[in-house]
């Protein structure tokens, strides 16, 4: 029995042995399990704050986007306001500059039409200078013929014709004109 009792010893002592190893082994895989999960924590954590931030950013990039787009709104709505008063500016203006050029050619129209014709311009002007020739010969055989006082009188008459007859075609002239 020696034999037996020394297996049997033996086999205890293997039992023992396998127990105790198992012990160990169990309490490492808990150790192994706990550290996983501690790690499993720490990665789940950081998710979690990469996911808390990449929804942080996408919450100011869309607060962000709103603000541009409103900015964007109010800008067009300005400008579109301020391209519709210059329109409205430039449309009143452009009225009134047309009843500006329609005065301007109804007064110019008015004053061709008070214009006195070329024909008659051309001959009141020859009537004024037939007259004015007439009047320069009788004032040179005036002073040719007398030096004394009574050519300085007739010199005086003469220019005295010469003045109202010059009046006289000057009015002729202008009533002439104011015909047409």
Do not use: C
Request: without cysteine; hydrophobic residues 45%.
């Amino acid at each position: 029995m020696t034999e037996t009792s020394e297996q049997l010893a033996d086999a205890i002592g293997v039992s023992q042995q396998l127990a105790y190893q198992t012990a160990a082994i169990n309490s490492l895989k808990e150790l192994v399990q706990a550290e996983l999960t501690a790690q499993e924590k720490w990665v789940a954590s950081k998710f979690a704050d990469l996911d808390k931030r990449s929804d942080q950013l996408d919450a100011e990039r869309a607060t962000a986007l709103a603000a541009a787009l409103a900015s964007a709104e109010k800008a067009v709505d300005a400008a579109l306001t301020a391209a519709k008063t210059a329109v409205d500016k430039a449309e009143v203006e452009n009225v009134n500059w047309r009843k500006t050029t329609n005065e301007w050619r109804g007064a110019f129209t008015d004053r061709e039409k008070a214009f006195m014709p070329r024909l008659e311009a051309e001959a009141a002007d020859r009537v004024m200078n037939t007259l004015l020739t007439s009047l320069t010969t009788r004032v040179d055989r005036t002073e040719a013929g007398d030096n004394g006082a009574s050519g300085r009188q007739a010199v005086i008459i003469g220019y005295a014709i010469s003045f109202f007859t010059l009046v006289v075609a000057i009015a002729a002239s202008i009533v002439l004109a104011l015909k047409h």
